[in-house]
């Protein structure tokens, strides 16, 4: 470990275990760490039992997506993907880069709406009810969306519960915030509906989260947001941690909500029911010493 | 003058009892009675015939259909999966060879038009920059695909087959109701009928001078062929259709049929590498085009909804790859967003720097606010119609409605204001329509849907179209889902 950057080994895995036997599969695993700046894949490797080989392609994002296809019936499969990932230590975002005056001609412009309209349109898990929408803070531009934004993140943190159990996959913003309660995602999908509303375009990104020097085991994959701030770019906010986005997060993808990437997507064709266990460890170099 | 000499009209004779309703207009009569130039000979034809053999010949018709087995299902709650035999009308609605040059014109330029619009909105969107069409408009349509961003279609096309749908109203004038640019269907009814009338009425193609339309399959698969990915020189081509539940089940079996290549389900095709590839008994044929009659929300379950089992899962990425053309692209259904329909004479204008050849209908989005005060207080002078429905469904029209179905759309419309869009309602011309509880011939509404295709270098429109007809007295509904009939269409000779 050094002043400069952080060393990390992280390892998904997931088992899919069928009742009955399955004739076709196809699954397509959003697991593997980008490249980006502060962020190096330095290398990785993939285990699996599914298909003879892996196919690896960018989804619409520029994403790269492992995806598996059967080539017999199977009643169970694994997925286990290693990489190495060297992170820079990088200074937290202080001042806005731009006045107030350019930054809001900037996020009032309708070339912006245009521009970033896939960040900045409710999508399907961040579209508000109306009558929920008296519940976003008002980003009323007497101070930089940057500020606006810190404040955001305090707001969904505080107005919301951690609560593993209250909701799933499918809930969207309005039900987890209708409940206050949720995990990362759906305080995710809150923060990003809130800053659209406000005209401040904002996006879902999965990743790992390496919770402490000497934390080792098991944990999910973290969903957190970045929004856009005009002169300084995307910046990631942790609303679940209320914190901003650090060295300790490693990125895997973004897009428009959760649908843009789950960690595994697939279809297959069988008739009984299915088990899906699935593990995740992210470690510093350090602790592994 | 002639009302009162009906027995001076011989012409008119198996049309004697023929009732005008003023203020509509008759394709085949004039204001005066009199037959219109190229419908003379027909109704001179027409005059032969005593009602008796009449109906003998409709007879005929009726089992031709019967026989080729061109049925449809229909989708509502009590008639659940029932097949139905499209009605059809053996009085052929014809077009003047001046007149049909007007309306191709028309269309191939508004289809061009509508395909650098497609261009345009998934690249630089400069129309949306330059504000002629409103931005959020576009991205707030149900049928924008993002996954279409960036992407070049071969030859970037995306509107290959467009089903356009055009009528005349009352000012002699022909106006475009829909553009249908998604997965138009109908064409297979227009070859049947031209079928069905060789058969059963061969001496009226003695004596006109009518149009071919026997080439469309071949026309439809030379495109299909030239849409090839690139390097791609013998493609292998398929019809897509979602099964045989599917209302247009008949047209896809028909078309696959006609082409001579194969009618394929999602289930029959996997992907593997991005490269899209058919199940057969000797072993994967790689597939390079396909006609698909499944809609966009349905053709990749990895990609749109999960757990469409109509579709194939990969087959996005494969076309994002490059690797196999679908006809239509996906996301075309922005052109044919009814509240983008609003602006098309501008798309036009925007792109093609010409006028629109034919007209628009007055629409009212009622995302307006001004829109949306005229229509709550004038909806029983309007027809209001849901943005992203096809097929004539979730439609009212006002003058016609009772006032709790007026309320219930003034409910509707205030809770989705995006959704909805007016218009005033047009007098679709009428044809003579053989009544068979009256025996009569008698006044019907009628519309016209017309194909076109596109390929890289070459707009193909076929000539003439489904003519559809609302078969209840008065009703100006015409699609085939809500009770419409049809009637062959002639495209005369210069």
Known sequence: MSDHHIDYNIEYYSKNTYKETATEGIFEFNVSPCNEEGQILVDYKIKQTLSDSVFRQSNLFGFEINRI???????????????????????????????????????????????????????????????????????????????????LNDHVHASMKYESNATSVTTKAGDALALSKGVCQDFAHVFIAMARYNGIPARYVSGYLHQGINYVGSSFMHAWVEAYVPGMGWIGFDPTNNILVDEHFIK??????????????GVLRTNGDSVMAYDVKVMSQQSQQ | MMKDAPLELPKKAILDNYEMCEGLYDEIFDANQNAREHYKILVEDFGKLKPEDYTKLNDYAKISFFNQGITFAVYSESLKGVERIFPFDLMPRIIAAKEWEHVEKGLIQRNLAINHFLYDIYHDKKILRDKVVPADLVFSSNFYVREMIGINPPGNIYTHICGTDIIRHNDGHYYVLEDNVRCPSGVSYVLSNRETMKKVFSNGFLHHDVRSIDDYPHQLLEMMVSMAPEGVDDPTCVVMSPGMYNSAYYEHSFLAQNMGIQLVEGRDLFVDKNFVYMKTIHGPTKIDVIYRRVDDEFIDPLCFRAGSYLGVPGLMSAYRAGNVTLINAPGTGVADDKAVYIYMPDIIRYYLNEEPILKNVRTYRCELEEDYRFVMENMHNLVVKPVDESGGYGILIGSRASQEELEEFRTLITGNRRKYIAQPIMSLSVHGTFIESESAFEQRHIDLRTFSLMSKDKQFVLKGGLSRVALTRGSLVVNSSQGGGSKDTWVLEE
């Open chain 1, 69 to 151: 296809r059967s080539t017999a019936k199977f009643e169970e499969f694994y997925f286990r993907y290693q990489a190495r990932v060297q992170k820079a230590r990088i200074p937290l975002p202080g001042v806005p880069a731009w006045n107030l005056e350019k930054e809001l001609e900037e996020l009032l412009s309708d070339q912006f709406f245009i521009n970033h309209h896939v960040f900045l349109c409710p999508s399907f898990y961040t579209r508000l009810p109306e009558q929920q929408l008296s519940l976003v803070p008002v980003y009323d531009k007497k101070i930089s969306p940057l500020d606006y934004l810190k404040t």
């Open chain 1, 252 to 265: 895997v993808s973004h897009g428009a909500d959760y649908a843009d990437c789950s960690p595994i997507k």
